[in-house]
């Protein structure tokens, strides 16, 4: 009894209030503390219990803008020291990018992200579909008409790197506190005087929303419009495939989206088949969507007709009006901080975003420019370009 009330036993005041406990949220804890702040982390669920324990674990340079480029620049470079520096092993396997186009309309965008990933240093190149074989054995690959190989983009495991980033950021004084819901922020005018939780007020000036699909709703609480929306996406794991090898990159169709990448001795698989309408719905419904990726990935990847199915679910992808992530500081509450929608994204940029957030809530300016992921794009029609390259 006395350990329980250990547990869930929150600080009266902190200087820092973080909403979420995601991948993004104990990132932002652990430089936050690192910094000598007075940090107090939230999460109703346990850590990683949404979508970060969902994502398949990419991390990747191949975007197709300079600010999400540099972020999983970011991302590559802390993650693969992560075991070295943090003394947690997280699966980091450098097995590449694999984009298949099918659609030659889609050649000279494809071209001109290789010119801009280049110049930041990145291998990425266009190969044939010879070529593309070659470096995924695989994969059939008749329609295709080219394919962008990015050979230093990796992989991880998610649920590790949370678990690693919690011990780190405890180990800097954070306080991390599971099962404890966000029901409401006071504010006295433009300032923030509370949290309100299930388990008591905290007092404090700044939060920060990194709250994933539920973000629109901590929005509210402070009387800001964040336009996230929930979506469910579903992800089937097959029984041992023949021929599977020890270095299998994580490839994608374009434009269909479908994708596979190595799981244990099968594949994971998914496509998207459109966002449909937003929820919080998250049961597995095969319905008419598993005939359809079946159809996509017995003519992409034969071996999988004689794998079967061993498991499936489905999770939530955090999604902004043009797919790209919001990040930054609220004009009309000051203390308030939100980095989120990231739109399935948010694994590999979590190491980048918590030093964002951190610089932004010590008055800093960070090392990586995000003005175009002010949520105040969304205002008219002054929403960016969408990010090319996603699942």
């Not at 547990?7 to 104990?26: N, Q």
């Not at 480029?69 to 992560?82: I, K, S």
């Not at 023949?242 to 169709?253: D, F, K, M, N, R």
């Not at 999770?315 to 939100?338: C, K």
Request: charged fraction near 25%; aromatic fraction near 8%.
């Amino acid at each position: 009894m006395v350990n329980d009330r250990v547990v869930t036993e929150l600080p009266r005041h902190a200087e820092v209030v973080i909403i979420g406990g995601g991948i993004i949220g104990v990132c932002v804890a652990y430089r936050l503390a690192e910094a000598g702040t007075d940090v107090l982390l939230l999460d109703r669920d346990s850590l990683g219990g949404g979508s970060t324990a969902k994502a398949a674990g990419g991390i990747r340079s191949s975007f197709t803008s300079r600010v999400n480029l540099e972020l999983g620049l970011r991302g590559l470079a802390e993650y693969g020291g992560f075991a070295a520096r943090h003394g947690v092993e997280i699966d980091f396997r450098r097995d590449g990018y694999l984009y298949l186009i099918t659609d030659p309309a889609e050649l000279p965008e494809f071209e001109r992200c290789v010119g801009l990933q280049n110049s930041y240093g990145v291998r990425s190149r266009l190969v044939d579909p010879a070529e593309a074989r070659r470096v995924s054995p695989l994969i059939d690959v008749d329609g295709v008409v080219a394919a962008l190989w990015s050979p230093d983009d990796a992989k991880a495991t998610p649920d590790s790197a949370v678990q690693g980033y919690a011990k780190v950021a405890r180990r800097h004084g954070a306080v991390l506190r599971t099962g404890v819901e966000v029901v409401g922020i006071d504010r006295d005018g433009d300032e923030i005087t509370g949290v309100r939780t299930s388990a008591g007020l905290v007092r404090t000036s700044v939060v920060v929303c990194a709250a994933g699909a539920w973000s629109g709703r901590v929005g509210e609480f402070a009387g800001v419009d964040l336009p996230v929306r929930p979506y469910r996406r579903q992800v089937v794991f097959t029984g041992p495939v023949a021929g599977l090898g020890e270095s299998v990159p994580l490839t994608i169709e374009m434009p269909s989206t479908f994708y596979f990448h190595r799981e244990g001795t099968g594949l994971a698989m998914s496509f998207c088949e459109g966002d449909g309408d937003p929820g919080f719905d998250t049961r597995y419904q095969p319905g008419e969507w598993l005939p359809k990726l079946a159809e996509i990935a017995g003519r992409r990847v034969p071996a999988v007709l004689d794998a079967g199915i061993k498991s499936a679910w489905a999770g939530l992808y955090e999604m902004t009006p043009d797919h790209n992530q919001i990040v930054g500081r609220s004009v009309s509450l000051p203390g308030f901080f939100y980095a989120t929608g990231f739109s399935g994204h948010g694994f590999q940029m979590g190491p980048a975003v918590g030093a964002v957030l951190r610089d932004l809530c010590l008055g800093r300016e960070p090392e990586i420019d995000i003005g175009e992921l002010d949520v105040r794009r969304f205002a008219g029609d002054q929403a960016g370009s969408r990010e090319h390259n996603i699942v």
